[in-house]
């Protein structure tokens, strides 16, 4: 199977059984620079095994063998991110509330104003490059939280938690001297200046804080042991 990326740009995928309106939104969108990918059913557009992350899909509700409802539930299984903007010359409110309810974007009805069309476009493409970014940030710091051995975990953790070096020693069986050396290489790995900017770092980096174990990132619990 064949995957196809994407660069920095944004790309905008339609999955139609109609050629004249992929042709006709292949045209619309190219009008206004934007890198278009069209497909004539859900199938193709699965077999494609889409992996970019900056863009939209406008989908057809209804198309012969799997519908586009079929085709977003499809995606939603494979953990596709991309924002989904339905169009339907049949479909009714339900319709329309059932795509939303399982994460569509927006739901325009044919025939459509050209400017709603692309008004949902770009708002579909402002939306997934704030996703994107914030993706990468959470990787970024996931990255630099990775970069910490255990130990420096342990004190990270007690930081976050509100204890002070003196406390973290005696919870920890090691020296005032030996936490503070650690809290400055941790501060040093995070490129942190303060406390407060630890805390707000780790706390990003983290769903949830019970009993101080709020570090949930895939992967930290096989960190390697300070030496």
């Given at each position: 199977?064949?995957?196809?990326?994407?660069?920095?740009?944004?790309?905008v995928?339609?999955?139609?059984?109609?050629?004249?309106?992929r042709?006709?939104?292949?045209w619309?969108?190219?009008s206004i620079?934007?890198n278009?990918?069209?497909?004539?059913?859900?199938?193709?557009?699965?077999?494609?095994?889409?992996?970019?992350?900056?863009?939209?899909?406008?989908?057809?509700?209804?198309m012969?063998?799997?519908?586009g409802?079929?085709?977003?539930?499809?995606?939603c299984d494979?953990?596709?991110?991309l924002p989904?903007?339905?169009?339907?010359?049949?479909?009714?409110?339900?319709?329309?509330?059932?795509?939303?309810?399982?994460?569509?974007f927006?739901?325009l009805?044919?025939p459509?104003?050209?400017q709603?069309?692309?008004?949902?476009?770009n708002?579909?493409?402002?939306?997934?490059?704030?996703?994107?970014?914030?993706?990468?940030?959470?990787?970024e710091?996931?990255?630099?939280?990775?970069?910490?051995s255990?130990?420096e975990?342990e004190?990270?953790?007690?930081?976050v938690c509100?204890n002070?070096?003196?406390?973290?020693?005696?919870?920890?069986?090691?020296?005032?001297k030996?936490?503070?050396?650690?809290?400055?290489r941790?501060?040093s790995?995070?490129?942190?200046?303060?406390?407060g900017?630890?805390?707000?770092?780790?706390?990003?980096?983290?769903s949830?804080?019970?009993?101080c174990?709020w570090l949930?990132?895939?992967g930290?619990?096989?960190?390697?042991?300070?030496h």
């Amino acid at each position: 199977m064949q995957i196809e990326k994407s660069g920095n740009a944004p790309t905008v995928f339609v999955v139609d059984d109609e050629a004249s309106v992929r042709d006709s939104l292949t045209w619309l969108l190219n009008s206004i620079s934007l890198n278009v990918k069209a497909y004539e059913s859900a199938k193709h557009f699965l077999d494609a095994d889409i992996s970019c992350t900056y863009g939209c899909v406008i989908l057809d509700v209804r198309m012969q063998n799997v519908s586009g409802l079929q085709l977003q539930q499809a995606l939603c299984d494979r953990g596709f991110k991309l924002p989904i903007i339905f169009l339907s010359a049949y479909g009714d409110a339900q319709m329309g509330a059932q795509a939303v309810k399982k994460g569509a974007f927006d739901f325009l009805q044919k025939p459509y104003r050209n400017q709603d069309l692309l008004d949902a476009v770009n708002a579909a493409l402002a939306f997934s490059k704030e996703m994107t970014n914030k993706q990468r940030e959470k990787q970024e710091r996931a990255d630099l939280l990775a970069a910490l051995s255990q130990r420096e975990m342990e004190i990270l953790d007690k930081v976050v938690c509100g204890n002070s070096s003196k406390e973290i020693a005696k919870l920890l069986g090691i020296s005032h001297k030996t936490v503070e050396a650690h809290r400055g290489r941790i501060m040093s790995k995070l490129g942190l200046r303060s406390t407060g900017d630890l805390i707000h770092f780790a706390m990003r980096s983290s769903s949830h804080c019970s009993a101080c174990e709020w570090l949930s990132l895939p992967g930290l619990q096989q960190q390697s042991t300070d030496h």
